[in-house]
Nanobody, 115 residues
Framework: QVQLVESGGGLVQAGGSLSLSCAAS????????MGWYRQAPGKLREFLAT???????NYADSVKGRFTISRDNAKNTVYLQMNSLKPEDTAVYYC?????????WGQGTQVTVSS
């Protein structure tokens, strides 16, 4: 059974940076995509970025150029470096991994950006 444990997040001023990490335990293969979503209060969960073990990445337009996803296959860990943060980036951030058994989500971590 796959489990994801997130860390990072917190409170930062607008223009600042934060880094999130998400460690997977269980049967994860390099071809299983891992990535990040977020959900702000009253809004739907929003896709942010995904990365394959081969280094292919994809980003939502809203974060392209500001957020960087990376992955350490040896540690089964995916990271999200967030720069130039804006108040509208305030949300709960969730990591995920897609396997043959479906999508597994992390518990979520709060990111709050003050103006």
């Amino acid at each position: 059974q796959v489990q994801l444990v997130e860390s990072g997040g917190g409170l930062v001023q607008a223009g600042g940076s934060l880094s999130l990490s998400c460690a997977a335990s269980g049967s994860i293969f390099t071809f299983n995509p891992m990535g990040w979503y977020r959900q702000a209060p009253g809004k739907l969960r929003e896709f942010l970025a995904t990365a394959t073990g081969g280094g292919i990445t994809n980003y939502a337009d809203s974060v392209k150029g500001r957020f960087t996803i990376s992955r350490d296959n040896a540690k089964n860990t995916v990271y999200l470096q967030m720069n130039s943060l804006k108040p509208e980036d305030t949300a709960v951030y969730y990591c995920y991994v897609q396997t043959s058994r479906g999508t597994t989500w992390g518990q979520g971590t709060q990111v709050t950006v003050s103006s």
